[in-house]
Structures are given as C-alpha cells and as structure tokens.
C-alpha cells in the first residue's frame, strides 16, 4: 500500500468515526441538495454612530440603494431574476413606498417586488426567513433579504396614541418600555452586576478591535460615499466610509469602570460601555434554491436550515435567545456541543452576561 493509499484509509477511518458521533440532525444539514435554500452572495455597508458617525445624514433609502447596488455588483447576478427584495426595518415611516422606490432607483426592473418585515431587532433576520420561506414554497426563485436602519433619521421611540386597552394591560404596557429599561429589569432580576457587564464588554470590545485589525470583516464591506455635514460649521462634506467606527480600540475594564450609569431612573449597571450603540447602516443577502445558483453560475456561500421564533415577557425581552436556542436546536435535531458558534445580538452586556448564582 502506498504512502498515499495508507493516508487515504487513515483519513477514511477519522471521517468514519466523526460521522459516527454525529446526530441525525448535523448529518442532515450537511447534506447538499438541490432544493436547498442557499446564500450567493453577502455585502453590508460600515456599521457607524448614529448621529455621530460617517453615516448620519444618510437616509434609509440611500442606504438600500447603495448595498442593493453593491449586492448586484459583486454577485454578478442579473437584476431580472430577482422577485423579490424583502427589507427589515423598525424605524422608517412609510417603509413599503421607501423600499419599493430604492429597489427601482437601485436598477431593478419593474417586475422585481419588495416588502418590509418587521419584528425589532431581528427585523433583518425575518427578512431573510421571509425570503427563504418564498422560495420552498416555490413563490420565488431568487430573493434578496436586507436589513436597513436610519436611527440618525427616524426616532426610535413608541407611539404616543395607544389604546387604554393597552396602557393598563399588566403585560402588554411593559411593551412600550424603553430597551435601557429592560437591560436594567434583567440585570435586576438575574442578578448581574455593573462589574460582570464591564468585564463581558471589555472581551467584546477587543475582540472586535482585533477583527477589525486582522482585516476579518474587510471584505464583506462596501464602502459608501455619501455626504457629510459637519456638526461644528455645519458645512457639508462629500465623504467615504469604509469600516465601522464603534469598535473602541484600548478598552479596558479600568476605563470602563469610570462611565456613568446611562439610566439611573431604572437602574445602576447599563452604561454607555456596556450597552451597544444605536447605529446606521444595511446589509443584504442573495438567496436561491441550490439547483438554481448552479444553474446560474452562482457560488454558494452558506445554507439557510430553518428559522423560528418565541415571545416573552416585554420587561425582559433582552433573554430571547434562551428560549429561542433550545427551540431551533430542537426543531433541527442539534445538540448544543455540534455547534461551533453561537452568535447573540449583543444590545446591553446584562443580556448576555454570566448571572450571578
């Protein structure tokens, strides 16, 4: 046997074995078949500041132009194949006329549909759930999926004209709460403290200076050029943002320690370094059956497996993952040590930190 034959059995008898420690659930994902919903293509814009950063006076629908455009452009994917474009957005009035009007100002054709999903902070995931969905059903063929937020444009704050219905619920209320709010309801009821915040927003920090430095998100980047008007002389500027800019590179537990509490009226442990920022920018995602991206010629880059979703109580809204975690893993038949990543919207340290016992 030679050299190459020896290592091909060795390599025959390891895959035999990992297959064999494998649940049917993984062994199912990994398989590749034509009916398949796959990701070709993804491309985001800088994430910056609201109201502060490279992207504050850009508005929602010159943000969907402009990833649209850079989607197209990457993908190589011809615009009449694409039925639909649906967008997640929370905050835009009038969102159905604003994402109708970028998709045709962004070069699609008339045929071309768009929508809008709406659920909070997830509003971009159910847009990718929305178009997923069109396409096992055999609605569409091709889709893309955006996210989008102008919070520098549009306020985000609830409705003023709600019924007495509503206001006086026990439950339905706690809906209107601010999220600062609910940050401090979780660190109050779960027992995190200010230190263990600061400590997870520390990791976090560097970590993503590191990604940022290590050139790791470079190339899902579009660059946006865009104008500027500056704050101070009011001036406007015609400028360029290529990377995001609410990575603070340095943090240390020491620096964040001495922040201020952002809502002392609810509580003493969210601050503005252990809380994400309110942040402008899109990202999109071209999305197919796997028969049709070889069809095509497009690369397949990912594979949508399943979605879904579960509701708590508002005053808390921030600890969704743990229930929405063991419901996907169950629908999908995964153990927790078969996944390699679990990634978790990081909106206020006290969400996502180690509770006190």
């Known amino acids: 046997m030679s050299a190459q034959q020896r290592l091909a059995a060795i390599t025959g008898h390891i895959n035999s074995t990992a297959t064999s420690n494998q649940s049917s659930g993984l062994e199912k994902i990994l398989e590749k078949n034509p009916d398949d919903i796959v990701i070709t293509c993804s491309v985001r814009t800088p994430l910056t500041k609201a109201r502060k950063g490279g992207l504050k006076d ?115 209320k706690d809906n209107l709460q601010p999220m600062g709010w609910t940050s401090e309801n979780v660190a109050r009821d779960f027992h995190v403290t200010r230190e263990q915040q600061d400590k997870y927003a520390v990791m976090s920090q560097n970590r993503a ?64 370094g252990n809380a994400s920022q309110v942040t402008d920018g899109a990202a999109a995602l071209l999305m197919m059956k796997r028969s049709t991206a070889e069809k095509i010629g497009q690369k397949i880059i990912g594979k949508y497996v399943k979605s879904t979703v579960v509701g708590l109580e508002p005053r808390i809204m921030g600890i969704g993952p743990v229930l929405a975690i063991p419901k996907i893993l169950e629908k999908t038949g995964l153990r927790y040590d078969e996944v390699d990543l679990f990634e978790i919207n990081e909106a206020f340290a006290s969400m996502v930190s180690q509770p006190t016992p």
């Open 58 to 172: 850009t508005p929602t629908d010159e943000l969907l132009i402009h990833v649209l455009n850079a989607l197209k452009a990457k993908s190589a994917i011809d615009p009449n194949l694409v039925e639909d474009v649906c967008v997640g957005n929370v905050l835009q009035p009038n969102p159905g006329y604003v994402a109708r009007s970028a998709v045709l100002a962004a070069g699609f054709p008339v045929s071309t549909a768009a929508s809008i999903a709406s659920r909070f902070c997830s509003s971009g995931l159910l847009s990718i759930q929305t178009i997923a969905s069109s396409i096992a059903i055999g609605a569409i063929d091709v889709g893309i999926a955006v996210g989008c937020e102008s919070m520098s444009t549009n306020p985000d704050k609830p409705p003023d004209n709600l019924s007495d219905r509503v206001v006086n619920h026990p439950v339905a």
């Open 209 to 272: 200076e590191y990604a940022q430095k290590q050139g790791w998100s470079a190339d899902e980047i579009a660059p946006v050029t865009t104008q500027w008007i500056d704050p101070k002389t009011k001036e406007k500027k015609t400028i360029t943002v290529d990377k995001d800019d609410g990575i603070r590179p340095g943090t240390t537990y020491e620096g964040l320690s001495k922040i201020r509490v952002a809502f002392p009226q609810w509580g003493p442990t969210t601050t503005g």
